[in-house]
Nanobody
Framework: QLPLVESGGGLVQTGGSLTLSCGAS????????IGWFRQAPGKAREAVSC????????NYRDSVKGRFTVSRDNRLNTASLQMTSLNPEDTAIYFC????????????????????????WGRGTQVTVSP
């Protein structure tokens, strides 16, 4: 099991920014595609963004395009989700998830809408945006 840990959540006002980080102590994160998901109170978990192992492919849900930026630093063994122009609708628990590649040819692959592709999940970090 890959020990994913998210950090960086918190309380911000509308229009504010936060950067979430995802790490895996003692493991090599660089061999996994990374997805970011969120779950608001009373709602189903939804995909937010993902990034391929190569970093060349990033995908976003429409509501965060232009506001969120996903990135990774395989040398530092971390992935990040930079969130700007936050609004109350972004309030949720944010999870990072990791997917193994079936072959090296998938290094540019990032499946945003396929939760089942992601084998490993962190416990999440709370993001709260006040009006």
């Amino acid at each position: 099991q890959l020990p994913l840990v998210e950090s960086g959540g918190g309380l911000v006002q509308t229009g504010g920014s936060l950067t979430l980080s995802c790490g895996a102590s003692g493991s090599t994160l660089g061999i996994y595609a990374i997805g970011w998901f969120r779950q608001a109170p009373g709602k189903a978990r939804e995909a937010v963004s993902c990034i391929s192992t190569s970093g060349n492919t990033q995908n976003y849900r429409d509501s965060v395009k232009g506001r969120f930026t996903v990135s990774r630093d395989n040398r530092l063994n971390t992935a990040s989700l930079q969130m700007t122009s936050l609004n109350p609708e972004d309030t949720a628990i944010y999870f990072c998830a990791a997917a193994s590649l079936a072959s090296p040819s998938e290094q540019n692959m990032c499946r945003l809408w396929d939760e089942s592709w992601y084998e490993h999940w962190g416990r999440g970090t709370q993001v709260t945006v006040s009006p």
